[in-house]
C-alpha cells in the first residue's frame, strides 16, 4: 500500500490536474518535495510536459496509470510533474541538460536528478515495452535504479559535470565592438539570402517538414521588401502566409491555426492550438494586409480574432493558454470530416463545398479530410462556371452549418490557465488588428485585456507580477518574457489609444526588469529574477523560438522607450545587446528572427512620428492601417511637455504630423500620403 499520496489535487495547471488521479506519488516542484528528496537520499524524477501534448497523454496512458510501474516510481523515487507553462525556468534548464546528453528533446521530457536537483540522466517520451529503438520505461527505471544504488559517486560527478556544462554554455561568448560599428547594410543582405537559402519555394514557409510558421523571418521579410524594394522578399513572405491560410494548420471552419505541420504542404497539423501561435499569427497578418490590401488577410484576422473570443477567452478579459490536439484519445477528431457527414449536413452544395475544400470519400488524412483550399475562389469559380459570389456564399454557408454540427462532438480539452506573456502577445495582436482593420472591437478588447492582467496578476509581494493565474489565484514569480511581452503590449495599446499612462507603465515595468533581471557584464537579462532562488541556474536566453527571446523583445522595448523618454542610456544599451549578436543574426536568422528584425531597424533608423492637433484621432486611425514599420508613434490633442516627441509642437488651424529623428523635426505635414512620401524620401526611395 502507498504511503504517500498523489499531491497534485490541489493544483490549479489542468497538465498537472490530468495525472491528479495517477498511483504515481506526484509532487508539484517545491520545498515539500525538495527536502524529502534530501531526507530520504533518493534520486529524483522529474516529468515535464503540457496540457495539450499528445506524447504526453500517451506516456500517461501507457505508464503513468499503470499500477506495477507506478509502484517501482513510488519505492524508488521522489516523482515531480512539471507544466512547462507554468515553470518555463525548469524545462529550459532540464531539456538543456537532456540534449546535452542525448542530442535530442521534446515532451514529455523525463529527467533523473540527485537529491540536491542536479540532473544526471533523462529522454523523451518511453514506451511501456521496448520499441522504436527506445529501452522501456520499466527498464529505465530499474537501470537507474541500479546505479543510484551501486555507483552513486559516478551519478555525483555526472551531475556535477553536466550542471558546470550548463553554466558554461550559459556564458556564452559575445562579440565585444561597442555601439553600433559592427552593424551595416550588409548584415541584411547576407541574412536575407541566408533565409532564402531555407525557403521552400511551392508551399511556402522554411526548411521541411515538420513545419513551423517562422512568423518573425516572414516579418523580416516583409520589412526587407518594404525598404528595399526586393520583390523576391515580398514574394515568400505573402507565398508563407497564403499556403498556410490555404492548408490544414488554418482551420478552415473555426478559425484559428494549429501549432504547426507535419508535412511540406501545411495540410496535417498537429492539431493543439496555442494562443501564443495565434496571436504572432494575427500580428503578422495584419502587416502583410497593410502593406497589400489583400481582403483574405483581412478575414483571416477576424476569423482567427473570433476564435479567440470564442474558445480562448475568460469572462473577465484573460486569455487561456490552448486547445488539446486530442479528444476521445484520438488526436485531431474533433476537426476532421467523413464526406458523408458533409454531404448529409449541406445536401445539394456538398458537391461544390467538398470539392473546393479537397473533400472526398477516400480521405487525404488517416481515411477521414481535414478542409483545405487547393485553389483560389476567383479561380474555382471559373473553373467550375459559377459566379464568385455564388460560391462565396455557399463556402460560407456551409463552414457555418460544419461550426454548428462540431459544437455537438466531444471538444478538445482546454487548459485554462492565464499566462502574462501570452496574454500580453495577444494584447499586441489585439492592438495590431485594431490598427489595420480599424474595428474598435479589438481596441477595447486589448484595454480590457490589460485591465485585466494589472489586476489579476500584479504581485505586491515583489512589486512586479506573476506568471500565471487561474481560479483567482495567481502563483509564480513572472520571467523575463512575461515582462518584456507585457511591456511590448503596454507600447502597441498607447499607440492605438494615444493615452501616455500605458508608456509611464511601460517605464516603471522596464525599470523593474533592469533592476530584477540584469547581468552587469553584459547588459543581457536572465530569465529568472535574482529573487528567484529555487533552481540550480539563472538561464539566459537569446534564441528566437515558437515566441521572441525575452532579450530581443527587451531590446525592442529600450530603443522605443528609449526614445519616448530621452534615455540615452537604454538606447546604448540596446546598441551594445544587438552589436554583440550581430554575427550570429546575420548568419542564422532563423534562430534570431525578432533580432533580425531589431537590427534592421538600427540600420534603416527610426522613424518618430508626433501627431498633433485637435483631429490627431482621425489621422491616427488612417496611419495605423499602413504599413509603417521602425517607427515611435506618439498623438495627442494638445501636445505634451513630458514627453519629448510632443514638446514644443507649434499648433496649427490643422492637425500637423511631425517626422523626426533624434528630435530634430522636419516641418509638419498635414496628411498621412504626405509623410508617407517624406519617410520615402527620407529613405531614399523616392
Known amino acids: 500500500m502507498n504511503k504517500y499520496t498523489n499531491q497534485l489535487i490541489h493544483e490549479t495547471s ?27 537520499s533518493k534520486p529524483i524524477l522529474v516529468s515535464i510536459g503540457y496540457a495539450a501534448c499528445h506524447w504526453c497523454h500517451v506516456m500517461e496512458r501507457e505508464s503513468f496509470e499503470d499500477e506495477t510501474t507506478a509502484r517501482l516510481m513510488n519505492e524508488n523515487f521522489i516523482n515531480i510533474k512539471i507544466d512547462r507553462e507554468e515553470r518555463p525556468d525548469l524545462d529550459h534548464i ?7 546528453m542525448t542530442g535530442s528533446g521534446g515532451w514529455p521530457l523525463n529527467v533523473f536528478l540527485t537529491p540536491d536537483a542536479k540532473p544526471f540522466y533523462g ?33 555525483d560527478a555526472q551531475a556535477e559535470n553536466l550542471t558546470e556544462h550548463l553554466f558554461h554554455t550559459n556564458s556564452f561568448v ?27 519555394r511551392l508551399w511556402g514557409g522554411f526548411g521541411r517538414a515538420p513545419k513551423f510558421p517562422q512568423t518573425f523571418s516572414i516579418q523580416f521579410l ?56 495565434n496571436a504572432l499569427l494575427v500580428s503578422v497578418l495584419c502587416e502583410a494586409y497593410q502593406l497589400t490590401k489583400k481582403e483574405r488577410y483581412r478575414e483571416v484576422v477576424q476569423e482567427t480574432m473570433q476564435f479567440v473570443e470564442r474558445e480562448l477567452m475568460h469572462p473577465d478579459g484573460g486569455f487561456y493558454s490552448a486547445l488539446d490536439a486530442d479528444s476521445e484519445e484520438v488526436e485531431g477528431k474533433f476537426y476532421v470530416w467523413k464526406k458523408a457527414e458533409v454531404d448529409e449536413l ?44 455564388k460560391l462565396k456564399k455557399i463556402l460560407a454557408d456551409g463552414r457555418a452549418k460544419l461550426l454548428e454540427q462540431r459544437k455537438k ?125 529555487d533552481i540550480i541556474i539563472r538561464k539566459k536566453e537569446v534564441y528566437d523560438g515558437a515566441t521572441a527571446s525575452g532579450n530581443s523583445v527587451m531590446a525592442h522595448n529600450l530603443l522605443y522607450l528609449s526614445v519616448v523618454f530621452d534615455k540615452s542610456e537604454w538606447k546604448q544599451r540596446n546598441l551594445d545587446m544587438v552589436s554583440s549578436l550581430t554575427n550570429a543574426i546575420t548568419r542564422y536568422p532563423a534562430s ?66 511631425w517626422l523626426c529623428s533624434n528630435y530634430t523635426c522636419q516641418p509638419p505635414v498635414f496628411s498621412v500620403n504626405e509623410l508617407i512620401s517624406l519617410i520615402n524620401r527620407h529613405h531614399g526611395r523616392e
Request: net charge negative.
Open 222 to 277: 516583409l520589412r526587407y521588401h518594404h525598404i528595399s524594394g526586393n520583390k523576391e522578399s515580398l514574394d515568400q513572405a505573402l507565398l508563407s502566409l497564403d499556403k498556410m491560410i490555404e492548408g490544414g494548420i488554418y482551420d478552415q471552419i473555426g478559425g484559428g491555426f494549429a501549432r504547426y505541420a507535419t508535412d511540406t504542404e501545411w495540410l496535417a497539423p498537429h492539431f493543439e492550438k496555442m494562443l501564443y501561435d
Open 346 to 389: 449541406l445536401g445539394e452544395n456538398s458537391s461544390i463545398f467538398s470539392k473546393y475544400y479537397d473533400v472526398t470519400e477516400k480521405g487525404n488524412w488517416e481515411h477521414s479530410n481535414i478542409l483545405r483550399v487547393k485553389k483560389s475562389a476567383e479561380s474555382f469559380a471559373e473553373e467550375n462556371k459559377i459566379k464568385t459570389a
Open 592 to 657: 534570431f528572427g525578432n533580432w533580425l528584425c531589431l537590427l534592421y531597424e538600427i540600420m534603416i533608423g527610426t522613424n518618430e512620428i508626433a501627431i498633433v492637433g485637435p483631429q490627431f484621432s482621425g489621422i491616427q486611425s488612417e496611419l495605423l492601417s499602413r504599413f509603417i514599420p521602425h517607427r515611435v508613434l506618439m498623438a495627442s490633442g494638445s501636445g505634451n511637455p513630458g514627453f519629448p516627441l510632443l514638446a514644443d509642437k507649434p499648433m496649427t488651424v490643422s492637425t500637423g504630423i
Open 14 to 40: 489542468p497538465y498537472l490536474l490530468q495525472h491528479a488521479h495517477n498511483p504515481v506519488n506526484w509532487y508539484p516542484w517545491g520545498d515539500e518535495a525538495l527536502q524529502k528528496a534530501k531526507q530520504e
Open 409 to 533: 462532438r466531444v471538444r478538445p480539452a482546454l487548459d485554462d490557465k492565464i499566462i502574462l506573456g501570452w496574454n500580453a502577445l495577444m494584447n499586441t495582436a489585439c492592438s495590431k488588428a485594431f490598427g489595420a482593420t480599424g474595428n474598435e472591437t479589438y481596441r477595447q478588447l486589448a484595454v480590457k485585456n490589460m485591465n485585466f492582467l494589472f489586476e489579476k496578476l500584479s504581485d505586491a509581494k515583489s512589486g512586479g507580477f506573476c506568471h500565471t493565474w487561474k481560479n483567482d489565484k495567481s502563483k509564480f514569480p513572472a520571467f523575463l518574457d512575461d515582462y518584456a511581452f507585457l511591456i511590448q503590449a503596454l507600447i502597441h495599446l498607447q499607440e492605438i489609444t494615444a493615452d501616455t499612462d500605458y508608456l509611464y507603465k511601460a517605464q516603471t515595468v522596464t525599470e523593474f526588469v533592469i533592476e530584477h533581471f540584469s547581468e552587469k557584464e553584459t547588459g543581457f537579462f536572465f530569465y529568472t529574477a535574482a529573487f528567484q532562488t
Open 174 to 200: 559575445l562579440n565585444k565592438s561597442p555601439g553600433n560599428e559592427n552593424i551595416s547594410v550588409g548584415n541584411a543582405e547576407e541574412a536575407f539570402q541566408s533565409i532564402m537559402k531555407q525557403a521552400d
Open 94 to 100: 532540464y531539456m538543456d541538460a537532456v540534449q546535452a
Open 123 to 155: 529522454g523523451t517520451y518511453f514506451p511501456p515495452q521496448r520499441a522504436f529503438n527506445r529501452p522501456s520505461w520499466q527498464e529505465t527505471l530499474l537501470n537507474v535504479i541500479k546505479a543510484f544504488n551501486e555507483r552513486r559517486h559516478e551519478i
